[in-house]
């Protein structure tokens, strides 16, 4: 069975949120504020000593794959507690090659406009439990 997300953020470098999806079966779970969660990432990144990868909760845990090129983004995923790092990772990497081959031109000029990425959640229902 191919691991599948709870949760999904792009964040860009300066800490905005550009897209963020939930999957159905959590709607009934209290939300992270995209817009607070992207925050609070970039700040724990940027006074880091190391570049932060995951973040483990009880029952759930956050995987962050940094992204260089073809502009500085973070892909983000939430999981269940007991899938492998590795396959979180493998998740996160395709979304973020479909990120870049969708909106890589459109990245590094990005002009602030939330709603050139909001069709890009048709995409990532695929990831989502």
């Given at each position: ?46 006074v880091a000593a ?80």
């Amino acid at each position: 069975m191919a691991t599948k997300l709870m949760e999904i953020w792009i964040i860009d470098k300066s800490g905005l949120s550009l897209v963020h999806t939930r999957s159905p079966q959590i709607m009934d779970k209290p939300a992270i504020s995209p817009v607070l969660f992207s925050g609070f990432l970039t700040a724990v990144e940027s006074v880091a000593a190391e570049a932060i990868d995951a973040i483990k909760m009880k029952d759930s845990k956050i995987m962050i794959l940094p992204i260089q090129k073809p502009s500085k983004f973070f892909v983000v995923g939430r999981a269940k507690i007991r899938e492998k790092d590795s396959n979180i990772r493998k998740v996160l990497l395709k979304i973020s090659e479909l990120f870049v081959d969708e909106f890589g031109v459109l990245i590094s000029s990005w002009n602030g406009d939330h709603q050139i990425f909001e069709f890009f959640k048709d995409h990532l229902q695929k990831f989502l439990i």
